[in-house]
């Protein structure tokens, strides 16, 4: 006896799609940031000011369509199932890529980008996928699988990305098209349904809207104080979205090629505790340790980057920021547990609206953070205040954490 079953073989081919999926639309998504302020640029006359501003406006609608969507996708997956789901946002990704790669004004540009922010609702419904097919004891390993994904996805994307658009600026939106089209004809051949009819749940709107999505969340006082720290967790990443390079540069003087490097030390890091660690974590000290020391290690890294004097002492905080992904895996089999089948695509929609609220918020509080202290607040000498303040948030959430998954209240 080996100890695997004939259901088991399908279950982890399913699993490996699943990464797969997330992999190659983390690829694609970061192939395109490189180029997207380019084209932006080129279609504002060359003007960077201008361009700054339309692209944030471009981040801020696409952080919206993932407010609304993403529920209504989730809980369309609880409807339809699962597979539906993710191929229909696999084939509307790659469609918009090609929309966009032949966008002939910023206009239209702008009209692709919101639909990039609906079809990206694969997602929620993957990790619904992975809780489906997945005991709940070893959920906490897949998710560091797909959060290994995420890593690999954000951190070679924008390096092919860069070197495509050397090429021309719309060259890695047909990449990336190609990219999500074959995933999507691979996944219509392999890819089997997770969720069974008598799990099914019936569609409303009245459900699927962010707001009642969010209700989901009231509904169990525990989901709800992770919501909250699900928005903190992703709160403080927007500092490193929107501040690193010009922190770097100001604080450091890196150059982009130090930047480059800088990035990929942090997605290494990140790929090993995700993708060789979580599961070992966690099946040695829980979930709830896990995710505690998840936070704290996030924590204690935003405060090195935010202190450090130079760039040597800022690297340091690296292997520890890598343990911070120890939280999402972790969280995520805790939650995951709280609803039953039927619901876990609304659970992780309504999960991914909170997160999609930081984006809409997030960019301007930490740039402004960042301006007001190497501005009005520069002899206070504290450039890293942006990342000061991520982990505060951060150890606001450790409080949270720690008073939601005691371990009579998970027991019970």
């Known amino acids: 006896m080996t100890g695997s079953t004939p259901a088991a073989e399908p279950r982890r081919a399913a699993v ?38 339309t692209l944030g406006a471009f981040g801020t609608a696409w952080a919206l369509m993932q407010f609304f969507a993403s529920p209504v996708l989730g809980a369309l997956s609880d409807h339809f199932g699962r597979r539906k789901i993710i191929l229909l946002s696999n ?35 993957a990790f619904a996928y992975i809780a489906d097919v ?42 990336s098209a190609g990219f999500s089209l074959a995933n999507a004809m691979y996944g219509l051949f392999v890819l089997p349904e997770s969720l069974s009819p008598d799990h099914r749940a019936p569609f409303s709107w009245k459900r699927a809207n962010p707001v009642g999505a969010l209700s989901l ?18 709160m403080a990443h927007q500092s490193l979205q929107n501040v690193f390079v010009l922190y770097a540069d100001y ?19 990140t790929m090993i505790v995700q993708g060789g660690l979580v599961g070992r974590i966690v099946a040695r000290f829980g979930e709830r340790r896990a995710m505690l020391t998840g936070l704290s290690a996030g924590a204690l890294g935003f405060f090195i980057y935010g202190m450090a004097p130079t760039g040597r002492i800022f690297m340091t905080g ?15 089999g805790l939650m995951t547990r709280r609803v039953g089948k039927s619901e876990q695509g609304r659970l992780q929609g309504a999960l991914t609206s909170v997160a999609s609220l930081t984006g809409i918020v997030g960019p301007s509080v930490f740039t402004l953070t960042f301006a ?36 009579e209240v998970v027991a019970a």
């Not at 279609?43 to 700054?52: E, K, L, S, V």
């Not at 790659?94 to 639909?115: N, S």
């Not at 004891?137 to 070197?163: D, N, Y």
């Not at 690296?318 to 995520?332: C, D, E, R, T």
């Open 16 to 53: 490996a799609f699943i990464f797969v999926t997330v992999l190659l639309d983390m690829l694609a998504l970061g192939m395109i940031i490189p180029v997207v302020p380019e084209l932006i640029k080129g279609f504002r006359g060359g003007d960077t000011a201008a361009a700054a501003a």
């Open 91 to 125: 084939f509307g990704l790659g469609c918009d890529y090609i929309f966009m790669a032949l966008a002939p004004t910023l206009g239209w540009l702008f009209v692709g980008r919101m639909i990039s922010g609906i079809t990206a609702g694969s997602i929620p419904a």
């Open 134 to 175: 997945t005991p709940a004891e070893k959920r906490a390993k897949s998710f560091g699988m797909l959060g290994a994904a995420f890593g690999i996805g954000f951190v070679i994307g924008p390096v092919l990305g860069g070197l495509i658009g050397h090429y021309g600026a719309r060259l890695p939106f047909w990449v």
């Open 217 to 234: 969340l009231a509904r169990h006082p525990q989901l709800l104080g992770f919501a909250a720290i699900h928005f903190l967790y992703y």
């Open 251 to 269: 604080r450091y003087g890196w150059n982009i090629r130090t930047v480059g490097m800088a990035l990929g030390a942090v997605g290494v890091s």
């Open 318 to 332: 690296v292997p520890i920021m890598a343990f911070w992904g120890l939280y999402g895996p972790s969280a995520q």
């Open 372 to 407: 007001t202290f190497i501005g009005s607040l520069r002899d206070w000498d504290l450039p890293g205040a942006p990342f000061v303040l991520a982990s505060l948030l951060l150890v606001i959430g450790v409080a949270i954490a720690w008073r939601i998954a005691r371990p």
